[in-house]
């Protein structure tokens, strides 16, 4: 059974770089064919996709956030990371590492999720 | 938000039949991309419940339903129970956007 676990500071201060990193387990990050995938919640909204990361280094930001994103892939640790730069208080929410499955032509589910990291943007 | 709309919130009594939409638009449902459903209960991660549009990954019952037409997506819910009351999505892709989104979620309350 493949498990997810974000890990990260929870506290992090404006205009800074937000660095949280997937530990995955249960399975090969390496294996292909998965997603590696962030995506965030704001309290008490909706979900919002920031982008993914294939086993190859391929990487997909939404649109949104791609000035301020990069997720990279550790394949020696099985994990993966994000970090958002300049971060303000509209950065703060619940942070989940997901793993992404493709069903076909832009299409993507996501069917593992770690339990997901509350991360405050606060001075 | 949302490019996706959900109504903010449903209601039903145990064993009723609720239905949740999801309205899109010719940029993303109404362009024939895939539509999947999560649930999430409070304070943990989502799940999901329907993906491409009708499929019931193992392990959910057969009371949740979805489909598709036009610029729309619908889950139903039949023979409601206590343990539904949790929160939906819907999640497509947009080409405008050119990246997934997902709705704004829909909070069901069993009366």
């Known amino acids: 059974q493949v498990q997810l676990q974000e890990s990260g500071p929870g506290l992090v201060k404006p205009s800074q770089t937000l660095s949280l990193t997937c530990t995955v387990s249960?399975?090969?990050?390496?294996?292909?064919?998965?997603?590696w995938t962030w995506i965030r919640q704001h309290p008490g909204k909706g979900l919002e996709w920031i982008g993914f990361?294939?086993?190859?280094?391929?990487?997909y930001y939404s649109p949104s956030l791609k000035s301020r994103v990069t997720i990279s892939v550790d394949t020696s640790k099985n994990q993966f990371s994000l970090k958002l730069s300049s971060v303000t208080a509209a950065d703060t929410a619940v942070y989940y590492c997901?793993?992404?499955?493709?069903?076909?032509?832009?299409?993507?589910?996501?069917?593992?999720w770690g339990q997901g990291t509350l991360v405050t943007v606060s001075s | 938000q949302s490019v996706l709309t959900q109504p903010p919130s449903v209601s039903g009594a145990p064993g009723q039949r609720v239905t949740i939409s999801c309205t899109g638009s010719?940029?993303?449902?109404?362009?024939?991309?895939?539509v999947h459903w999560y649930q999430q209960f409070l304070g943990t991660a989502p799940k999901v419940l329907i993906y491409?549009?009708?499929n019931r990954p193992s392990g959910v019952p057969d009371r949740f339903s979805g489909s598709k037409s036009g610029t729309s997506a619908s889950l139903a819910i039949t023979g409601l129970q206590a343990e539904d009351e949790a929160d939906y999505y819907c999640?497509?892709?947009?080409?405008?956007?050119?990246?997934?989104?997902f709705g704004g979620g829909t909070k069901l309350t069993v009366l």
């Open positions: 249960g399975g090969s990050i390496n294996s292909g064919g998965y997603y």
């Open positions: 491409v549009n009708i």
């Open positions: 990361i294939y086993y190859n280094g391929n990487t």
């Open positions: 010719s940029s993303n449902i109404g362009a024939g991309y895939d």
């Open positions: 999640q497509s892709y947009d080409s405008s956007l050119s990246g997934s989104v």
């Open positions: 997901a793993r992404g499955l493709r069903l076909g032509e832009l299409s993507w589910v996501w069917n593992y």
